[in-house]
């Protein structure tokens, strides 16, 4: 597992939040849940924002009169939820940006993320803009400051060449029409906040649009003692003739508009935009840290599933955008409800609370799923949430477009998908056949990914079973079954250097053609063998492709191991069982990897063999999905048809 890279800003944050968990803990922490509290704190200024534009007047006479009548009529109610809308206003900036601050200081705005930081640096933008338009329409003094210095600052820009600023030399410039201007615009904004927001959300798997509720009420409740505390009123109205020396000024909405004094209009606009165009280059801007600069698969026990885990993504937001059941409360390493077991590949956490997640847990493979991204191809075992389900596989219906007894008892079967569909799978993958009855069988992809076109399944004879006599007895080209699938996790790992020793028992051969081909075609140079143990010669039903891979790849080799050769094979080969036949000739298997592809039984006495003889636990895996002690205490339990196809 990979060293931990925190920031300085990503410790602070840990060192906030751990203080903020001792008063909230870690479910209703409001650092967790930055983005949530931007939602509601949205919905509650367009809720009270439609309660004072029914009751405001769009004119210049008006406006005042309407918004002086709102605050101090309306039964008391008006005052109220105009400081609510102005309070919630203050207080949405103010969350948006520590929300931005906090996924900058934890590196989460690069890779896939720089949409979501682009349109949320769209959406601040946005909100700034609705605020200070906000302030125009109470036309009082800080009304005709906003709008007198809004204008000569657009003034200054090129296109404009200075039109504005005379529409508001005196009071007599000033027209209905503006405000009419102004209120569609203070609609207008929050609606296209309202479309980002949706985008903006849509990259984040399982997103929180409203916070756990305690935490909702809380943030409610609160400012609306403020609000009553500290009712927002109106400054006196406004009036061009004359010039507002002092102002009750809104540090939230208005900075900039203290630096126009201070600097003028056009340095301002270099500031201001310089920061916008840096903050919107950020994600393609060096870093500090080496960060994931490659797509990994992510092989998930007890799921079965192979996923992608894209650059810079974590290993919760991969699960979940792809369905998986994995457990997660604050999703930013506090809880430890996302901890999962580590069983092979490298990762690299980023910063966590050491509450979840100990060192001698971390150092015996436990990791993070929410804090943890992928530096290799990775396996992991998780134990899913309580009451949640995966997301079943596709099914497709498929007809046979070829069949061909390989050999006495194997029949090669395959599948072109209806409407010449495809169905995405990884090497080692399979698929199940669905009977009529509901059940399924289980059988290995032959065929490797790239190749495309048809399925191609290897099917072996079982005598009195439900339905492999019918491949061998009546079924013919033409048929229609209906299939599901990609399933299980079993893959190949072609990072690494390690010798790969493939053992292939029987029908096990299916998957092994699909990983050497695969291996062939992306050029894979480690040294790679294959043991392939049958009974009987006639049971090596493609050994002559087998040969041909021998002849054609210097970095492979072929060996045959026959458990009971007959008289007529004239067998002058290795004997025996195949796993005992990679032991004599591997005595040390400490720098091997292995993939084993057969019978339960096989996988069972095979592994701790393996391990007498040096293998390391997270080197060693079969079509079971992996070979480790839980698996193999398992192994009863587990679908025959994973292994290797045998299935009646």
């Known amino acids: 597992m990979s060293p931990i890279n925190a920031s300085l800003g990503s410790r602070t944050f840990l060192a906030i939040e751990k203080k903020f968990n001792l008063i909230f803990n870690d479910r209703l922490n409001p650092f967790y849940h930055l983005g949530a509290i931007a939602y509601f704190l949205f919905w509650l200024v367009v809720a009270t924002g439609l309660y004072l534009y029914a009751f405001f007047e769009t004119s210049v006479l008006g406006a005042y009169a309407s918004v002086e009548s709102i605050t101090h009529g309306h039964f008391y109610v008006g005052g109220v939820i105009r400081s609510l809308h102005r309070y919630a206003s203050d207080a949405l900036v103010l969350v948006m940006l520590l929300h931005m601050l906090r996924h900058f200081s934890f590196g989460r705005f690069r890779g896939f993320r720089w949409l979501s930081w682009l349109t949320g640096l769209l959406i601040l933008w946005l909100t700034y803009a609705s605020g200070i338009n906000g302030y125009m329409l109470p036309w009082d003094r800080l009304s005709q400051f906003v709008v007198t210095a809004s204008t000569e600052w657009i003034d200054v820009l090129p296109v404009i060449g200075g039109s504005m600023t005379r529409n508001f030399i005196s009071n007599a410039n000033v027209s209905d029409r503006l405000f009419s201007l102004l209120s569609f615009i203070h609609i207008g904004l929050p609606l296209s906040m309202l479309a980002l927001l949706w985008v903006h959300t849509q990259r984040v798997p399982h997103a929180q649009t409203l916070p756990p509720r305690p935490l909702m009420w809380g943030v409610f409740y609160s400012l609306s003692l403020l609000s009553l505390l500290l009712?927002?009123?109106?400054?006196?109205?406004?009036?061009?003739?004359?010039?507002?020396?002092?102002?009750?000024?809104?540090?939230?909405?208005?900075?900039?508009?203290?630096?126009?004094?201070?600097?003028?209009?056009?340095?301002?606009?270099?500031?201001?935009?310089?920061?916008?165009?840096?903050?919107?280059?950020?994600?393609?801007?060096?870093?500090?840290?080496?960060?994931?600069?490659?797509?990994?698969?992510?092989?998930?026990?007890?799921?079965?599933?192979?996923?992608?885990?894209?650059?810079?993504?974590?290993?919760?937001?991969?699960?979940?955008?792809?369905?998986?059941?994995?457990?997660?409360?604050?999703?930013?390493?506090?809880?430890?409800?996302?901890?999962?077991?580590?069983?092979?590949?490298?990762?690299?956490?980023?910063?966590?609370?050491?509450?979840?997640?100990?060192?001698?847990?971390?150092?015996?493979?436990?990791?993070?799923?929410?804090?943890?991204?992928?530096?290799?191809?990775?396996?992991?075992?998780?134990?899913?949430?309580?009451?949640?389900?995966?997301?079943?596989?596709?099914?497709?219906?498929?007809?046979v477009s070829q069949l061909e007894l390989l050999c006495e008892d194997v029949m090669r079967v395959d599948l072109r998908l209806s409407n010449d569909g495809s169905l995405p799978f990884h090497c080692g993958q399979y698929l199940n056949i669905i009977l009529e009855?509901?059940?399924?069988?289980?059988?290995?992809?032959?065929?490797?990914?790239?190749?495309?076109?048809?399925?191609?399944?290897?099917?072996?004879?079982?005598?009195?079973?439900?339905?492999?006599?019918?491949?061998?007895?009546?079924?013919?080209?033409?048929?229609?079954?209906?299939?599901?699938?990609?399933?299980?996790?079993?893959?190949?790992?072609?990072?690494?250097?390690?010798?790969?020793?493939?053992?292939?028992?029987?029908?096990?051969?299916?998957?092994?053609?699909?990983?050497?081909?695969?291996?062939?075609?992306?050029?894979?140079?480690?040294?790679m063998l294959l043991y392939w143990g049958v009974r009987h010669l006639s049971d090596l039903y493609l050994g002559n492709l087998a040969l041909e891979w021998a002849r054609d790849h210097a970095n492979f080799t072929f060996v045959p191991v026959l458990s009971e050769p007959r008289a007529q094979d004239h067998w002058g080969g290795r004997t025996g069982l195949v796993h005992e036949a990679i032991l004599m000739d591997f005595p040390s298997l400490s720098e091997h990897q292995i993939y084993a592809c057969g019978s339960a039984q096989m996988v069972e006495a095979a592994y701790p063999a393996f391990i007498r003889h040096g293998i390391h636990s997270e080197d060693c895996f079969s079509d079971a999905f992996y070979f480790s002690p839980l698996k193999v205490a398992l192994a009863h339990e587990v679908d025959p048809g994973k292994l290797g196809g045998i299935l009646a």
């Open 437 to 527: 009855d509901g059940s399924h069988r289980s059988f290995s992809f032959a065929t490797a990914p790239h190749a495309g076109g048809d399925i191609q399944l290897h099917v072996r004879l079982v005598a009195g079973g439900r339905w492999t006599p019918s491949v061998f007895s009546t079924m013919k080209v033409g048929d229609t079954l209906r299939i599901e699938g990609p399933k299980g996790a079993f893959r190949l790992r072609a990072d690494g250097d390690k010798p790969m020793i493939f053992v292939a028992g029987a029908t096990g051969f299916a998957p092994i053609k699909s990983m050497l081909e695969h291996a062939f075609h992306i050029g894979l140079n480690r040294r």
């Open 231 to 399: 009712p927002a009123v109106s400054q006196a109205p406004a009036d061009m003739s004359s010039l507002t020396q002092t102002l009750a000024f809104d540090w939230f909405y208005l900075p900039s508009y203290a630096l126009i004094g201070q600097w003028g209009p056009v340095n301002t606009w270099l500031v201001v935009g310089g920061l916008t165009l840096l903050m919107a280059l950020l994600p393609w801007m060096p870093q500090r840290f080496e960060d994931q600069a490659a797509a990994w698969q992510l092989s998930a026990l007890p799921d079965e599933r192979i996923i992608l885990v894209r650059a810079g993504e974590t290993l919760l937001d991969a699960g979940l955008r792809e369905g998986l059941p994995m457990p997660y409360e604050c999703r930013n390493g506090s809880c430890g409800l996302c901890k999962c077991s580590l069983l092979h590949g490298q990762v690299q956490l980023q910063a966590y609370q050491p509450s979840a997640l100990s060192e001698e847990e971390r150092l015996s493979g436990q990791t993070l799923l929410c804090c943890a991204q992928a530096f290799s191809d990775i396996d992991i075992s998780y134990v899913p949430a309580v009451g949640t389900n995966a997301v079943p596989a596709k099914q497709y219906l498929a007809r």
